[in-house]
Each structure stands twice: as structure tokens, then as C-alpha cells.
């Protein structure tokens, strides 16, 4: 008997719910699959169906036993299938949730450049910086920014990215420049915060992470309009490199506080489930992660 064809056999005629719909099913003879699920209960030892001339019905062992194989098999069917899309043109849909800034700043010309080398995949981008049940929405992929993943999120750091404390020259040149995250107690302070003193900034001090609350001026839930909030001359704020990068470079912004930056955040792929990941999945994601790699080790050279 082998046995996998006898599981695959025993599914379809739990189905079917009949030995005859079974057998008309793959085109065998009804006494080819009755020989074949009575070897399979000797092999196992125990009572799958229950059958009469009018019904069949599973026993306890073979409703647990049905689970079982159905999961066995699909797992099957997706090795082959990822085994069989690595001879074909990756193809299909494809839907990524993106961060908003990161997303259009960074990721847009590395997912317009994928999209140009791999013209048989629809790609379907979504910019939102809400966390996602990737599974109820439908995503593919999501690309998330953060210093600690969720425990059991499936995941793969492709980069990382440093938070940087900036003010405008002349907002530092009329109020000083802090020296100590207290200090900010003195400061007109911006961040992402919906409420005055729930979402506190972190620093590193001592080799620890302490946190200061302070009251915002300012609030927004986007890092694009505090930088540039902070580039008017309206105060100070905590934000990403990949967003206050040119700033600084033309001299728009300065950071402060270097001494007590926060650790580097991670930049993740993640994934719905660890279970079968299509190719052009897979694809995307070894993409990315050799483009951010790529575009890191030139800024540090």
C-alpha cells in the first residue's frame, strides 16, 4: 500500500461522502477503492468510516485522522508548487503594504525597478502606517519599521534605520541647544503622539533607554510634517533618517542629543504566515533587502 495515495484517497472519499463517488471521481473501480482504505484501517489499526447501504459517516479517529491528512497534503501540493514556479516566469498578484514615508521615499524606485524586471507580476502597493491583520486584508507582505516585532510575527530584517533628534539653527539659536534629554522640559517638543503625555521619547543614557513625557506643541501622524514643522524653526523632534537625511544635509535642521540616540530600529518583511511562501514573494523580498543593503553600505563608504 502506499500510503500517500491511500490518504489522498481516504480525503476524497470523506468528501464525497461515498466510496462510488470516490472511485467515479479518479475513474478506478469501487473495489479498488474499498481494497485501499481497508488496508489503510488494518495499517492504522483502528475504524476510519462507519458504512451501511444508504450513508457513511467518519469515527471519532477518522474525523481526526481526515484533519490530518488534509494538512499533510496540502503541504505537499505547496513544495511542489514552489519546486514547479522556480522553472516559470514569476507571475501573479502581488500585494505589499508599505509605510508611508519610508515607503515613498525609499521603497517607490526600488519597487517601480521590480516591477519594470518582473512585468508578469501585478504589483498592488498600499501606503499606510496602521498595523495590519495581514490575513483579514488580503497582504502579501508588509514592510514595518520598529524596534521590537510583536512575539510570533514571521518576519525578515532587510535594513535598519536610526532615529536622530533635530531642531532648526535659528529655533537652537534662540532657545539653546539641550544637552540633556531633561532638558527638553524647556523646550517646545513635537512627536506622534493623538494625546499630550502618552507616547514618551527614548533615549539612551547611562547605556540604558529612559523615556521623558513631555507636553507636544505640536502633533501629527506623519514624520514628513513634524520634520518639516521642525524645519520652520517650531521646535524639536525625534524622527527617522530616511526623513530628516536631506534636511540635514541642506542645512535645514541639526541634530542634537547625538550622545543619546536610541537604538537603531529594525526595517522588516513580514510575512502573513510561515507556511508556503509564493516565489514572487520570495522574490520581492530577496530584492529589497539586496537594494537597502546595497544603498547602506554607500552611505557609510
Known amino acids: 500500500m502506499n500510503r500517500f495515495d491511500a490518504m489522498n484517497l481516504f480525503v476524497r472519499v470523506a468528501e464525497q461522502g461515498s466510496f462510488s463517488a470516490a472511485a467515479s471521481q479518479l475513474g478506478v473501480a469501487r473495489s479498488v477503492v474499498t481494497r485501499q482504505i481497508a488496508a489503510l484501517e488494518e495499517h492504522l489499526g483502528v475504524k476510519l468510516m462507519v458504512r451501511s447501504t444508504r450513508s457513511l459517516s467518519l469515527t471519532s479517529a477518522g474525523s481526526a485522522y481526515l484533519e ?48 519594470r ?112 514643522a521642525a524645519a520652520q524653526g517650531l521646535g524639536i523632534t525625534m524622527q527617522p533618517d530616511f526623513i530628516v537625511d536631506d534636511y540635514l544635509a541642506a542645512g535645514k535642521l541639526q541634530t542634537v542629543l547625538e550622545d543619546f540616540e536610541p537604538p537603531v530600529l529594525g526595517i522588516y518583511a513580514v510575512l502573513p504566515t510561515n507556511r508556503y511562501i509564493p516565489h514572487r514573494v520570495r522574490l520581492l523580498i530577496e530584492f529589497l533587502s539586496n537594494k537597502l543593503a546595497g544603498a547602506r553600505a554607500a552611505t557609510e563608504r
Open 68 to 115: 490530518k491528512c488534509r494538512a499533510i497534503l496540502d503541504l505537499v501540493q505547496e513544495a511542489e508548487a514552489g519546486v514547479m514556479e522556480e522553472r516559470l516566469t514569476p507571475s501573479g498578484q502581488l500585494r505589499v503594504s508599505l509605510p508611508l514615508s519610508f515607503g515613498l521615499r525609499r521603497l517607490v524606485p526600488l519597487l517601480l525597478e521590480f516591477s
Open 117 to 228: 524586471a518582473y512585468p508578469e507580476i501585478n504589483l498592488a502597493m498600499d501606503f499606510n502606517d496602521r498595523h495590519l491583520n495581514l490575513i483579514e486584508e488580503g497582504f502579501d507582505l508588509s514592510i514595518r519599521i520598529t524596534g521590537q516585532l510583536d512575539p510570533g510575527v514571521i518576519a525578515r530584517k532587510l535594513a535598519t534605520c536610526r532615529l536622530i533628534t533635530v531642531a532648526a539653527p535659528e529655533y537652537l539659536a534662540r532657545h539653546g541647544r539641550p544637552r540633556h534629554p531633561a532638558d527638553l522640559t524647556e523646550h517646545a517638543c513635537m512627536g506622534y503622539s493623538p494625546q499630550a503625555n502618552n507616547r514618551p521619547l527614548n533615549f539612551q543614557v547611562d547605556g540604558h533607554m529612559e523615556s521623558f513625557y513631555r507636553s507636544y506643541r505640536l502633533q501629527a501622524n506623519n514624520g514628513d510634517v513634524l520634520a518639516e
